[in-house]
């Protein structure tokens, strides 16, 4: 069973920058796709980025210009720059397996806040 493992996350004032890590384990075998999810308080959830193992990414235009990620085989890493007000949901590590399976994890809080 995959558990994806999210870290990172917090408070930080508007302009600030933070990160999220999200590590795979439960499988030697390289995940297809992972990516990052948020959520808003009554919003849905929405993509952030996700990035397949060849190296395919689609990222939201909201963030395109003030986040980077990268990926290694089963960890994925959101480096999240000049945030703003409306950054502020929770944010979810999702991995999809070659047998398309999708996992999500817990979940972690990002908040902007002055």
């Known amino acids: 069973q995959v558990q994806l493992a999210e870290s990172g996350g917090g408070f930080v004032e508007p302009g600030g920058s933070l990160s999220l890590s999200c590590a795979a384990s439960?499988?030697?075998?390289?995940?297809?796709?992972m990516g990052w999810y948020r959520q808003a308080p009554g919003k849905q959830r929405e993509l952030v980025v996700r990035?397949?193992?060849?190296?395919t990414t689609t990222i939201s235009e909201s963030v395109k210009d003030r986040f980077t990620h990268s990926r290694d085989k089963n960890s994925i890493y959101l480096q999240m720059n000049s945030l703003r007000f409306d950054d502020t949901a929770v944010y979810y590590c999702?991995?999809?397996?070659?047998?398309?399976?999708?996992?999500w994890g817990q979940g972690t809080q990002v908040t902007v806040s002055s």
């Open positions: 439960g499988t030697d075998v390289g995940l297809h796709t």
């Open positions: 999702q991995a999809w397996s070659e047998d398309d399976t999708v996992y």
């Open positions: 990035t397949t193992s060849s190296g």
